[in-house]
Each structure stands twice: as structure tokens, then as C-alpha cells.
């Protein structure tokens, strides 16, 4: 096997390293309030859920080539509120869209005439499409090294209807079958072909 010293030697290739072979990573379309109101909206693919109690997401907004923060990193820092969407295969074209760089300001949904639709407890909207959406209150930011972590606690979920079982209140996994991301730069999944297996008790 190959050794890679991610430290010294081989630091400067760390991210398409890792981002390569941790896979597939969820993807968070992340709808934020630009501060003149418009919808701001991008993807992260470093992020996951990280907990139960309370519900806690983790998402990391890397920096613009300049070095200032991402429209996403201000708003949630500014607003302490955003929307986490998770992406369908149909909407898989749009959110890769998305991740262009735009000036601060800048409204992506009505760039991608996205629709949205009213969340229950924050201020950004769901876009109205999305097979889930997740309405997170900001926790905390933090940075470590040049990374910027950040934390939201969840206190709505909103989920399709089919893709929902209403009596056991489980998401039913056979047919929920969102994007996932693969290798850098441009690699991505579908994840329909799965298999189970039953886990000790």
C-alpha cells in the first residue's frame, strides 16, 4: 500500500486525497437569507449528521480563492439560521449548478428559478423539490485551522410524503434515494443498489 504523509510531505494534497476516499459523502444544499432577503443557496459535501440528542448537523463551507468566507459561512454567522436540502437525481443537475461562484448577494434559486417553500421555525426557505429538508438553528461556528466548521441543531424535518412511513415514523430507506458524492473533482453516485444486513442485537 501506498503511505501518504498528510502532515508534511503530501499536506498540500489532503483534500482530493480524503475527499477522494471518504465515500460517498451525503450532500447539504445549504438555503440561506442574503441580507437584502434573497435566497442564497449552495452545496457542501463535508457534512453529516453527528447526533441524536439534540439533532446536530455539521457542514464546512470552505473559504472564496481570496480567502473570505463563502456567502453560506456569512449568512449562518450574520442570520444564526439556514436549511439543509437534501438532493434527489432529479435535482442533482441544479445543485452542481449552484456551487459557482457568484458575487455576495447573488440569488441562486432565482438564477436556477428554484422553487422554494415557507420552512415552519427559521427565516430561509426549503426548496420546495427536495426530498427532505432539514431547519437548523446556527449552534456554533468554529475554525479549526483553515477549516470552518459549522454546527446546527435541528428542530424540523420536513419529509416527502412517499418516502415516509407515518405509523412506524421511519423514512422508508428502500425508496429514499438521495445524490451522494464520490472522487474529486467531478465525481458523484447514485444510490439505488443496496443490499441489507441485520445487525446484532
Not at 498540500?12 to 437569507?33: F, H, N, Q
Not at 456551487?99 to 430561509?124: D, F, M, N, Q, R
Request: hydrophobic share 40%; with cysteine; aromatic share 8%.
Amino acid at each position: 500500500m501506498t503511505e501518504l504523509d498528510l502532515m508534511s510531505t503530501h499536506a498540500g494534497r489532503a483534500y482530493p486525497i480524503l475527499a477522494s476516499l471518504v465515500t460517498p459523502r451525503p450532500i447539504a444544499w445549504v438555503s440561506t437569507l442574503n441580507e437584502d432577503g434573497g435566497v442564497n443557496i449552495a452545496p457542501f459535501s463535508f457534512f453529516n449528521v453527528f447526533g441524536a440528542e439534540p439533532p446536530l448537523v455539521i457542514f464546512s463551507p470552505g473559504d472564496r480563492d481570496d480567502g473570505t468566507p463563502k456567502d453560506t459561512a456569512r449568512n449562518c454567522e450574520r442570520t444564526g439560521e439556514f436549511v439543509v436540502n437534501l438532493v434527489s437525481e432529479e435535482l442533482a443537475e441544479a445543485m452542481v449548478r449552484t456551487a459557482a461562484s457568484h458575487p455576495y448577494g447573488t440569488s441562486e434559486t432565482k438564477y436556477e428559478k428554484l422553487e422554494t417553500a415557507a420552512s415552519s421555525i427559521v427565516a430561509p426557505p426549503r426548496i420546495a423539490a427536495a426530498p427532505a429538508a432539514l431547519e437548523c438553528k446556527l449552534h456554533k461556528i468554529e475554525i479549526i485551522g483553515e477549516n470552518r466548521l459549522v454546527f446546527g441543531i435541528v428542530h424540523r424535518a420536513w419529509v416527502a410524503d412517499d418516502l415516509f412511513d407515518p405509523e412506524k415514523l421511519r423514512v422508508r430507506g428502500e425508496m429514499y434515494h438521495p445524490v451522494g458524492r464520490m472522487s474529486v473533482p467531478n465525481w458523484y453516485c447514485h444510490t439505488r443498489d443496496l443490499f441489507e444486513m441485520i445487525r446484532p442485537a
